[in-house]
């Protein structure tokens, strides 16, 4: 992806000098640390089953200093860019619809972090709060998306900052209240399938923002959509499930199989059209 030299977001707020510590988080029921990330990946649409309050209510109860390195701060001027691009993109894209397009603040942390959804741990993945309008992330993300899930490459990881970002757009037009209001009223697994629309849809709105940054920015290089494509086919439901357990469990879907996340994507980066994202209205995923 072109990116140095070009604009970054001044929506940032930086975190990463330090490290809370709660006086309990959830550690996923005994699972080992890998398989927790593995599992963990993406499930930032469901705050109330994936992360853990604090159990004062409050910020966490100690801080630690960290340093952060060449590298990684490079990594955090990437991330901001790719936030500014979303930022010009839906900018547009609201404004051609008449609307005033509200953008969202994202937040680097190292470890932990406390949110208004609650206290989550960097091995939750990347996640979107509707509660404050706040992308979270953990630099230290990209070593997983690569070596562990070989989804190498930059635009791998701008692809997960606008699936995020996706799921802003959604708050913003109340399609995710529409979806949470479901939750007890219907059986658990229906209420999976529709998470399991929002998510792909979030992935549609992904490549829609690909579409309109290349043709605004000329951003893409060669390979970089292959990028996007395998951080979507590393993170399917059922490829996760297999991962972890050995077996898949169609019912337990949350956000979709490999093959429908690259789909969604494809989608909506080859026409670039927001009509064609209804993921909810879609006969077959």
């Known amino acids: 992806m072109r990116w140095q030299g070009r604009r970054q977001s001044t929506n940032v707020e930086d975190r990463r000098g330090s490290r809370g510590r709660s006086k309990r988080v959830a550690v996923g029921g005994g699972l080992g640390t890998i398989i927790l990330i593995i599992i963990s990946l993406f499930f930032g649409s469901d705050f109330t089953d994936l992360l853990q309050v604090d159990?004062?209510?409050?910020?966490?109860?100690?801080?630690?200093?960290?340093?952060?390195?060449?590298?990684?701060?490079?990594?955090?001027?990437?991330?901001k860019v790719v936030l500014a691009d979303t930022e010009d993109v839906w900018n547009k894209l609201f404004q051609q619809q008449g609307q005033n397009y509200q953008e969202p603040v994202l937040v680097l942390f190292t470890g932990q972090v406390q949110s208004a959804c609650g206290f989550a741990q960097a091995a939750t993945g990347p996640f979107y709060c509707p509660a404050d309008n706040k992308v979270y992330i953990d630099l230290s993300f990209q070593q997983t998306l690569s070596q562990?899930?070989?989804?190498?490459?930059?635009?791998?990881m701008a692809y997960v900052i606008a699936h995020e970002v996706?799921?802003?757009?959604?708050?913003?037009?109340?399609?995710?209240?529409?979806v949470q209001s479901q939750r007890g009223r219907i059986s658990q697994a229906e209420y999976n399938r529709l998470s399991v629309r929002l998510e792909l849809q979030a992935d549609f709105l992904a490549g829609v923002w690909a579409y309109h940054a290349d043709r605004m920015f000329d951003i893409l290089e060669q390979g970089d959509i292959e990028e996007a494509l395998?951080?979507?086919?590393?993170?399917?439901d059922d490829r996760l499930q297999k991962q972890s357990q050995g077996y898949v469990v169609p019912d337990a879907f949350t956000h979709g199989t490999s093959e429908q996340?690259?789909?969604?994507?494809?989608?909506?980066?080859?026409?670039?059209d927001l009509s064609q994202g209804d993921t909810f209205e879609a006969e077959v995923l």
Not at 148 to 156: V, W
Not at 166 to 178: A, E, T
Not at 230 to 236: D, E, F, M
């Open 148 to 156: 562990r899930l070989g989804a190498h490459g930059d635009f791998a």
């Open 230 to 236: 395998r951080a979507a086919n590393a993170i399917g």
């Open 261 to 272: 996340r690259m789909r969604w994507f494809r989608r909506g980066y080859e026409t670039g």
């Open 55 to 79: 159990a004062s209510g409050g910020m966490p109860t100690s801080q630690t200093t960290t340093s952060t390195s060449a590298e990684e701060d490079q990594l955090a001027q990437f991330v």
């Open 166 to 178: 996706g799921h802003h757009i959604q708050n913003l037009l109340g399609i995710s209240r529409q």
